[in-house]
């Protein structure tokens, strides 16, 4: 395949994913409602079955195909330099998210792998309890099972590690975006003296969104505990 | 008598394009801080030369900047820390007394160095010869407004002239990539109602870039900020797309 469809294709299917991620944030989002309104967003999107699967299966495909094409990339642009420079360039210009793309790209992929086990499949295949002991207003100590939301909120709440592992993870996805999103309009051949200088901005308006909107959920059962837990089951 | 300065060079030596090269270290001692760059270099060549030495191989021909024959790699980077500047138009002022300069060859898969400073660019020509070129009518010269060209495209094409070749971009870009010199070849042509004739000119030199084993842009803009003639990254924006349009058309035709 010819260099630039190679990178119209990883560019194609980056866009793509960004657009993943915010379908992903809404859902995301109804964890800020509860155990009930999380539950039903969830219950909502297995009972999509058969027809998820096919969704699951395009979605699966983008990431193999982002993933093949960059590394190629990545491989091919390794090997255009066999001996490098001895000097460092002092004027440089490069961004340090450009520069850093395979390396938050591969980041971001373990993270996915973390992220399939003990989200993605933790419910549906382990069929894992989301057990979760809350302090009543009234003084009782209750347990019960809260489904995903249980899962996740004690992912969140009851290990610092996992949370600030999370946090790490959203700002490297963030910054990734943040050099991605424009590299790719520039490479589907989107320049214009006014506009490009505002989509650069806006790129990296995306990766702080897709931060701070993913991280803040993390944070805000973290920190304000808002269903009084006072420990996780599992 | 104008100030002069001391450097130590560190300059890459290679005898031939097999024999492994290595830095060696000189003592540029009361260089005059009017001199060029290339002209520091030539008084070291004639110390070399004075103690029966291998003087150091660089290239250059027309020392004002338009030929795009010269450029080294001065700390990392072409053409030295000037800005919009060749390697033949920076001079000494630009150096502090006691600078260690160390100095390499354009670094890529696609430039093989022929010996010491010198490596062989041929592979920008062949890209050209691919497609970097238009179909003209013989004959006598044509009135000049029998084709009319905006002036917005003719300014843009024009800017895109300016390319000297000197392949600086590739040695700036983290990947050996040379697709700004491709893509101002791209618009210095295409923008014209003369270049559109063929319309498999941008496929045909992207095929034979990839050939000679230039790395893929990452949209890193080094090529932009070493280009000594100072080359829009929207040349290769104008590349990209008119490939796509290429293929489209292409695919249609077939
Ligand atoms: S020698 Fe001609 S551009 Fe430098």
Redesign the pocket.
């Known amino acids: 395949m010819q260099s630039i469809c190679k990178k119209q294709l990883l560019g194609l299917t980056g866009l793509l994913l960004v657009g993943f991620l915010g379908g992903h944030l809404g859902g995301n989002l109804f964890l800020f409602g509860g155990a009930d309104s999380f539950n039903g967003y969830a219950q909502h999107l297995a009972n999509l079955r058969p027809g998820l699967l096919l969704i699951e299966g395009a979605l699966g495909l983008l990431f193999i195909t982002h993933i093949i094409t960059a590394l190629n990339v990545w491989f091919e642009n390794q090997a255009a330099r066999p001996i490098k420079y001895i000097a460092t360039n002092q004027n440089s210009e490069q961004s340090l998210a450009s520069k850093t793309m395979p390396y938050t790209g591969l980041f971001i992929l373990l993270y996915l792998i973390w992220h399939l086990f003990n989200y993605t499949y933790a419910f549906g295949i382990n069929h894992q309890p989301g057990l979760l002991t809350i302090k009543l207003p009234n003084g009782t100590v209750e347990t019960k099972d809260f489904g995903l939301y249980g899962i996740v909120y004690a992912s969140f709440k009851f290990s610092i590690l996992n949370t600030l592992f999370y946090v790490i993870a959203m700002c490297v996805i963030g910054f990734h975006i943040s050099h991605g999103f424009a590299s790719a309009l520039q490479t589907f051949g989107f320049s214009h003296k006014k506009y490009t200088p505002i989509v650069e901005k806006l790129s990296k308006l995306i990766g702080l969104i897709v931060a701070v909107a993913f991280s803040s959920i993390a944070l805000y059962i973290l920190i304000f505990n808002p269903i009084n837990a006072i420990s996780g089951g599992n | 008598m104008s100030k002069t300065i001391n450097l130590t060079l560190k300059v890459w030596r290679q005898a031939g394009a097999d024999t492994p090269g290595k830095l060696e270290t000189y003592n540029a001692t009361n260089i005059d801080v009017e001199m060029s760059f290339?002209e520091m270099l030539d008084v070291i060549n004639e110390e070399i030369a004075l103690d029966d030495g291998d003087p150091i191989a660089f290239?250059?021909?027309?020392?004002?900047?338009?030929?795009?024959?010269?450029?080294v790699v001065v700390n990392g980077s072409p053409h030295g820390p000037q800005k919009s500047t060749?390697?033949?138009?920076l001079h000494m002022r630009k150096f502090n007394d006691g600078d260690t300069l160390i100095i390499e060859p354009w670094r890529a898969k696609a430039f093989p160095v022929i010996k010491d400073l010198v490596v062989d660019r041929s592979a920008l020509d062949r890209i050209s010869q691919a497609g970097g070129y238009t179909g003209v009518k013989t004959g006598q010269a044509p009135e000049a407004h029998t084709i009319a060209v905006p002036k917005a495209d003719s300014d843009k094409a024009m800017d895109a002239a300016a390319c000297?070749g000197?392949g600086a971009c590739v040695a700036a870009c983290p990947n050996a990539s040379a697709m700004l010199y491709v893509g101002a070849k791209v618009s210095h042509l295409g923008l014209l109602p003369q270049g559109k004739l063929d319309c498999d000119r941008v496929i045909n030199m992207v095929n034979q870039m990839d050939a000679e084993g230039f790395g893929n842009c990452t949209n890193t803009y080094e090529c932009e900020a070493t280009c000594?003639k100072d080359i829009n990254v929207s040349n290769i924006a104008r590349m990209n797309r008119t490939h796509l349009v290429e293929k489209i058309i292409q695919r249609k035709n077939s």
Do not use: A, S, V
């Open positions: 290339l290239d250059n021909d027309c020392r004002e900047g338009i030929c795009g024959t010269c450029g060749t390697l033949c138009q000297i000197c000594p």
